[in-house]
């Protein structure tokens, strides 16, 4: 008896079939980055921010991120997260740096910059998304890439922190490591992607990436196990942005073919793509969504997961004033905090 029981109550679960995918309009833009400089006012380069508008310069990991925010520029209002980026810079041919706009997503036109983010079970962009999955913890953070990085080899070390050049606002292929070589017609999009196996211990690690591993053999995109050292699998966290590079495309080029596009920190290859997370999501909201059968895209996630969708006016209205008082939007003869491009062995 028990047993029917408990199989027939198995047999009614549906399966949880969840890949959300939601925009984030901008926070701020500015030098802080509680994860890598904690307390340091300015940290080393410009960021651009997205979430909850608890973000500042420190963000101890006891930190109440949706208690202590008034709103988020994310469009699930549950979510207080803080996700960040470094920004673009454009080198004219006298050297100076223009800062590269960016612009709301495909579907969120009218968002105010900001980047997508996903949260995938399976590395298919279609429903049927079948591997289990467990949210992130208060406290947890991470990081990928390596902003030293200028080489090839040296990015390789991560998978998928990638460019495309987009011909049309919804090219989604090929994705390049390096910058495109060319002038992209609608700008260029970034997607960077985090590993999905968790040591189910640590919020957080030294250099904020190693309690987080790529899957032992295979990869997140072949469903490659865990290892035993981190076996607990998380949801993939992809961030999308979109750089406006389109103005840019009329005026000169640098006359010997390397590319003008340049990071904050002065990286001119593209190597040193990265990106930082801060989870802070009400309760258990991000474990419902991912629990919500027929979640995909927008479609079926807010309903039965019962959270809460806010428009995009709400979302462009959760912003924070920048707390450093310099210019990063004018025609710049040094990139903020003294950089200057730096074009790594194999960038021409
Ligand atoms: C950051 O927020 C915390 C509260 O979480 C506060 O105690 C601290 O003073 C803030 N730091 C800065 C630099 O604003
Ligand atoms: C440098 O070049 C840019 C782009 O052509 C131009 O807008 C800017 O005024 C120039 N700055 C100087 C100092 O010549
Ligand atoms: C998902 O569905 C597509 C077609 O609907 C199918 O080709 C694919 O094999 C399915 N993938 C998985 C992992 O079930
Ligand atoms: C949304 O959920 C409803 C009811 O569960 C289902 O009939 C429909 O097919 C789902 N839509 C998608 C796009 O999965």
Known sequence: MYWSIALSSIALVPPSNALVRFHCS???????????????????????????????????????????????????????????????????????YKRVPQLGNNQFRDANGGLTVYYMQDAIYLPNQTSPVTAFKPGFRMLIGDVQARTLEQASRFRQLTYTCLDTFVTRSPETIAFPKRRCTEGIMTSLRFPTCWDGKNLDSPDHISHMSYPETGTFESGGPCPASHPVRTAQVMFEVVWDTKPFNELEWPEDGSNPFVWSFGDATGYANHADYVFGWRDDSLQRI???????????????????????????????????????????????????????????
């Not at 979640?295 to 959270?307: A, D, G, I, L, Y």
């Not at 209205?317 to 990063?328: A, L, Y």
């Open 290 to 348: 991912l629990d919500t059968p027929g979640c995909h895209f927008m479609t079926n996630c807010s309903v039965e997961s019962r959270s809460k969708l806010q428009s995009v006016e709400e979302m462009n209205r959760c912003t924070q004033k920048p707390v450093i008082d310099e210019d990063i939007d004018g025609w710049l003869p040094e990139l903020p905090g003294g950089y200057q491009a730096e074009y790594g062995p194999s960038s021409i």
């Open 26 to 96: 901008q926070l701020v833009t500015q030098r802080l980055d509680p994860l890598v400089n904690p307390g340091m006012i300015p940290s080393t380069h410009v960021h651009q921010i997205v979430g909850g508008d608890s973000f500042n310069a420190t963000m101890d990991p006891k930190k109440d991120m949706p208690g202590e925010s008034t709103c988020t520029s994310c469009q699930f209002v549950d979510d207080f997260s803080n996700y960040w980026t470094a920004i673009l810079y454009f080198r004219a041919r006298n050297g100076t």
